[in-house]
């Protein structure tokens, strides 16, 4: 799987949208970029994922670039609740599901 | 509603002895996996399952197995627990390859 570089953490105004950044240089065709997080002492809870195109949910919206090198996740009105560790993964099709964690991005919302 | 449990949520042991963390899901899922976090680090897979006995082994897997004689369970074994097995395990479940997995709550682990 290619690897994944992101900020060791950045900061967040509550209400203000978050973008998290990550590059993924040596991304194939086949590659997905997934973003998890996780809330202290809990299970990582998956956020979105996509190919190539542009993804939104009710959680966030992942933002690919056109020769799929980096991505953003948005987080559009931040809470203290999205206070998490972030991590952009990115999986090729057909290894079934499983996932390489890195360090992620310790995001934190202030009031 | 379908969940992932795992059991217990904590469990304090001595060197050497075996012990078993469960992990039980109820959405009918084929994959299941099993990871372990140390402090500040990320997720690494220990062991996974893409089916009933299907087995296969992670990038940490020395001194752990695991057994799938149904769907809805992955047991972990940890078959002489050493201090460096201390640590925070996951189990996870998805239904197929490119779809989301769902984590367990964890189960924290001290060898002692």
């Known amino acids: 799987d290619a690897k994944t570089t992101q900020p060791t953490s950045m900061d967040c105004a509550e209400g203000r949208a978050a973008n998290l950044p990550c590059n993924h240089s040596?991304?194939?065709?086949?590659?997905?970029v997934y973003w998890y997080r996780q809330i202290h002492s809990q299970g990582p809870q998956y956020i979105i994922h996509?190919?190539?195109n542009n993804e939104t949910n009710e959680m966030a919206s992942l933002i690919i670039t056109e020769d799929r090198k980096s991505s953003t996740l948005i987080l559009p009105h931040a809470t203290l609740r999205d206070t998490a560790v972030y991590y952009c993964?990115?999986?090729?099709?057909?290894?079934?599901?499983?996932?390489?964690f890195g360090a992620g991005t310790t995001v934190t919302v202030r009031a | 509603d379908a969940e992932i449990t795992q059991s217990p949520r904590h469990k304090i042991t001595e060197t050497g002895r075996q012990v078993t963390l469960a992990c039980h899901q109820t959405?009918?899922?084929?994959?299941m996996f099993w990871y372990r976090q140390d402090l500040g680090h990320g997720l690494r897979l220990i062991h996974y399952?893409?089916?009933?006995?299907?087995?296969n082994k992670g990038e940490v897997s020395d001194g752990y197995s695991v057994s799938r004689s149904n769907t809805e369970d992955l047991p972990l074994t940890l078959e002489s627990a050493a201090s460096s097995q201390t640590s925070v395990y996951f189990c996870?479940?998805?239904?197929?390859?490119?779809?989301?997995?769902?984590f367990g709550q964890g189960t924290r682990l001290t060898v002692v």
């Open positions: 993964i990115v999986r090729v099709a057909g290894d079934g599901g499983k996932l390489s």
């Open positions: 996509g190919l190539k």
């Open positions: 399952s893409y089916g009933v006995q299907d087995t």
């Open positions: 040596t991304i194939s065709g086949n590659e997905y």
């Open positions: 959405w009918n899922h084929n994959n």
């Open positions: 996870a479940s998805s239904r197929a390859e490119n779809t989301e997995a769902f």
